[in-house]
């Protein structure tokens, strides 16, 4: 009889590939005229919501314990099942007070046919006198669940305020969804060309296929 796969939810960590270690780096609550920070999400409506938080406020600066909540949450999208957490990471998403990149996780318990969660559009930083900033590039990002669009993280960092990112759903999942971007005040600018091995250090590219029921 014909084998059928059926892929129940797809996980996907991706990490960009190099970090430039000649570039000099800065944690992004020190970058000069920086005064806040701007989570855009997307749940409903014509436009996403605007949550800004000062760069030395305790939603930066403190990852929340599990699980997030309505009382444990940083803000909410859809009300009642979708919570976040913003904070200062390293370019894995890992918590760091002086990190150079930006995470944002959350979970979401909806699966199909609602659509999946962690809407986000931008993340811009907010300067004195300055105009705002976006992040230039996506350092990595997990994504669960039969309502994930791996591929919609690259409207985190288009600039657009219209579009926004579908990461999926955490149902049966012990870790958040999440997605971890770099700025070029803080992490620096992108690779224009293919490094050398000694100029950059590789991060790799994980791939992880997971809940995969076999039928013979």
């Known amino acids: 009889m014909k084998k059928i796969e059926t892929i129940k939810f797809l996980a996907v960590t991706l990490s960009y590939f190099a970090i430039p270690s000649g570039v000099h780096a800065l944690p992004v609550r020190d970058i000069p005229n920086l005064t806040s920070i701007t989570f855009w999400e997307r749940s409903?409506?014509?436009a996403p919501t605007a949550f800004t938080f000062g760069i030395n406020s305790p939603q930066l600066t403190t990852r929340l314990s599990e699980p997030l909540s309505t009382?444990?949450?940083d803000f909410s999208g859809v009300p009642g099942t979708e919570f976040y957490d913003v904070y200062y990471s390293d370019a894995d998403g890992k918590f760091n007070l002086?990190?150079?990149?930006?995470?944002?996780?959350s979970i979401f318990n909806i699966t199909l046919p609602a659509g999946g969660g962690l809407n986000l559009a931008e993340i811009g930083l907010n300067f004195a006198g300055e105009p705002t900033e976006f992040g230039n590039f996506v350092a990595s990002f997990i994504a669960f669940g039969d309502n994930a669009l791996p591929a919609s993280v690259g409207n985190a960092i288009d600039g657009d305020l219209l579009t926004h990112t579908t990461m999926g759903n955490t149902v049966g999942q012990t870790e958040r969804l999440s997605l971890t971007l770099g700025f070029l005040s803080s992490s620096g600018p992108l690779p224009t060309s293919v490094p050398e091995p000694s100029s950059y250090i590789?991060?790799?590219?994980?791939?992880?296929?997971?809940g995969v029921s076999k039928n013979r």
């Open 98 to 105: 002086d990190g150079e990149f930006l995470t944002i996780s």
């Open 71 to 73: 009382s444990n949450s």
């Open 44 to 46: 409903g409506g014509t």
């Open 202 to 210: 590789p991060l790799g590219i994980g791939l992880f296929l997971l």
